[in-house]
């Protein structure tokens, strides 16, 4: 309670944070840190208690077991650090009679500021046209940007984003997460971002926590997790029977999965070491299959998500 | 204070939406309206009954119009303060205090207020912002009202067979007397508005919520007996001949038979003063508790 931060004290930290509900345990003895400087990915099944977690990592909801810390205070005095904490949560939850540059003048006086200069963010997201607009008549889309230009309104030095890029396209989600990932590294801020885009998180996030039924399954450097995926090549090839054949007699084959991309088939086949795409190639060919396209796979988080998922018997 | 924020915050939101300035509007139209009307109708009817007594034609007319008019502002001005205005003022303070934190909280705005103070400052805040809200409607109010009762009376003193009943001065002491006494009752209005958003799930239920028992109370108050004294919608003007506005009507026109009772004035300001207080109070004890 209160405490003065410590010199380099992470941006949240949750120590051994236990929440239940009527319906059964929504987190179960989880501890993570996001540091300064630092895009902490949060990802996990709907249900899997992200929402709770960030909430308690905010001071919203109390913890029945553990302790959350924001700034190193704990996270039941959150309002200690008023404009420093920007947050994404519930949707976009603007003031639906305002219009967009009300709510976040609004914003600015909730946090006893001025008015301040809200245009390089509205132009990077590209609210400048919608400014005069009122909140309820804005899109989804529309509407998340402008939170998430809130968010980031008053250069918090901790940002906790649930789903910031729902109902973005694929440009503007981009632009979104690159803002998060600036905040980070210009401003030293501590990001904790929950997205079901997982490629756009593998591209941002440094760290990555998966939760999943309350409990987490995987929590770590992005880099690190990705490299525990065995590698893998992509073939495609007539005819696949044949060269499915082919490969799983290899012995540096592990195992050969056949996709569906686009009406076309291919294979997916996981090696025991990279830069075996050459040999396989050879022995394709020296069997007679006609090989159109076989590169190398890069690992994804999406592939780490769902490998993850199923050893802990998730099914999804 | 840390709520200061909270209550620019909150001033800059209500009075920024298009609701928050019909809110601020609606009382002084219903006030200066009802003063304008009461005018017209006397007016014909001094005009008919001129006709209906016969041959005296439209300068006799014109010079009972004149007579009408004799009235001083202070009367219709005290209508206005104590009638239909006052009363929209007064749903207009429970569902201005009722949306405060029920609309936050389904808009899933909540969470934004109390990252930025904390839940204390921020329901003294909103509850203190929708009070200023409802000083300025009342202000609004009043000045409709002083403006439509002075299109047809003079502010001065009350003359009764050439002998002065009460001053100008006298007449807009009792005046700032009602005013005075009267506010409180409309100010915890809006803190039990807030005391019903913090403890209701919805904007729907914090609305119901609010205006359900303040109307039933405010109804059939006769029958609370002795406890009545002891309720701020006693003295609110709402049904209510105690509320200081309402009776304001009677007093400002130098009846014979009705002045200040003794403590009246001091009851009304003080029972609605001590109760909002307690509302607030309770208001952040169940925010405190309650999640989210």
């Known amino acids: 309670m209160g405490l003065a931060p410590p010199a380099a004290a992470a941006g949240i930290e949750l120590a051994d944070v236990a929440k239940a509900w009527r319906g059964g345990a929504a987190l179960q003895g989880v501890s993570l840190a996001v540091p300064a400087g630092t895009v902490v990915g949060l990802v996990g099944p709907s249900g899997a208690g992200k929402t709770t977690l960030m909430r308690i990592a905010l001071g919203l909801l109390e913890p029945d077991r553990g302790s959350a810390r924001v700034l190193g205070v704990s996270a039941a005095a959150i309002a200690r650090h008023s404009g420093r904490v920007g947050l994404l949560l519930d949707g976009a939850a603007l003031e639906p009679g305002l219009t967009v540059a009300d709510n976040l003048a609004l914003h600015a006086l909730r946090h006893g500021r001025g008015r301040v200069d809200a245009g390089p963010l509205l132009e990077r997201l590209g609210l400048r046209p919608l400014v005069g607009r009122r909140a309820g008549r804005l899109s989804q889309g529309e509407a998340i940007r402008v939170a998430l230009a809130r968010a980031l309104l008053l250069e918090p030095a901790v940002l906790v984003l649930d789903e910031p890029v729902a109902h973005l396209d694929p440009a503007l989600a981009s632009t979104a997460l690159d803002l998060c990932l600036e905040a980070a590294r210009t401003r030293g801020a501590a990001v904790l971002v929950s997205s079901h885009q997982l490629a756009e998180l593998q591209r941002v996030a440094d760290r990555l926590v998966l939760l999943h039924r309350g409990k987490l399954l995987l929590d770590g450097e992005m880099a690190e997790l990705l490299a525990t995926i065995a590698p893998a090549v992509r073939v495609v090839a007539r005819p696949a029977e044949a060269a499915r054949a082919v490969l799983a007699r290899r012995p540096e084959v592990r195992g050969v999965t056949v996709l569906r991309i686009d009406g076309v088939e291919a294979l997916r086949v996981e090696i025991a070491a990279a830069g075996q795409a050459a040999a396989l190639n050879a022995a394709l060919h020296a069997a007679g299959v006609a090989v159109d396209a076989i590169a190398p796979e890069r690992p994804t988080l999406e592939e780490l998500f769902r490998r993850t998922l199923a050893a802990a018997g998730a099914g999804r | ?292």
């Open chain 2, 1 to 292: 204070m840390s709520a200061l924020a909270i209550v620019r915050a909150e001033l800059f939101r209500l009075t920024r939406t298009r609701a928050g300035r019909i809110g601020l509007v609606v009382p002084a139209l219903l006030g200066a309206g009802q003063v304008m009307v009461a005018e017209l109708v006397a007016t014909l009817r001094a005009a008919r009954e001129l006709a209906e007594r016969g041959g005296d034609g439209g300068a006799a007319a014109i010079g009972g119009g004149a007579e009408v008019a004799a009235e001083p502002a202070f009367g219709p001005l005290a209508d206005g303060l104590g009638g239909l205005g006052a009363m929209a003022l007064v749903m207009i303070a429970l569902l201005t205090g009722a949306f405060t934190l029920a609309r936050e909280r389904d808009q899933g705005s909540l969470p934004q207020w109390y990252l930025a103070r904390s839940r204390a400052a921020v329901v003294v805040g909103k509850a203190a912002a929708t009070c200023v809200y409802v000083v300025l409607a009342f202000l609004a109010l009043f000045l409709a009202t002083f403006a439509a009762a002075a299109l047809g009376h003079d502010y001065s003193a009350i003359v009764e067979d050439g002998f002065e009943m009460a001053s100008a001065a006298e007449q807009w002491h009792e005046v700032a007397l009602a005013a005075g006494a009267g506010l409180p009752a409309l100010l915890c209005c809006a803190c039990f508005g807030v005391l019903v958003s913090a403890a209701t799930p919805s904007v729907g239920a914090a609305a119901i919520g609010a205006i359900v028992p303040f109307t039933l109370l405010a109804l059939f108050q006769s029958g609370l007996g002795a406890a009545a004294d002891r309720l701020f919608i006693t003295y609110a003007p709402f049904f209510s001949e105690r509320s200081p506005l309402a009776r304001l009507s009677k007093v400002a026109r130098a009846f014979s038979d009705t002045h200040w009772e003794a403590g009246e004035l001091l009851n009304a300001a003080l029972v609605p003063g001590v109760e909002a207080i307690a509302c607030i109070a309770l208001a952040w004890l169940i925010t405190r508790s309650r999640e989210g």
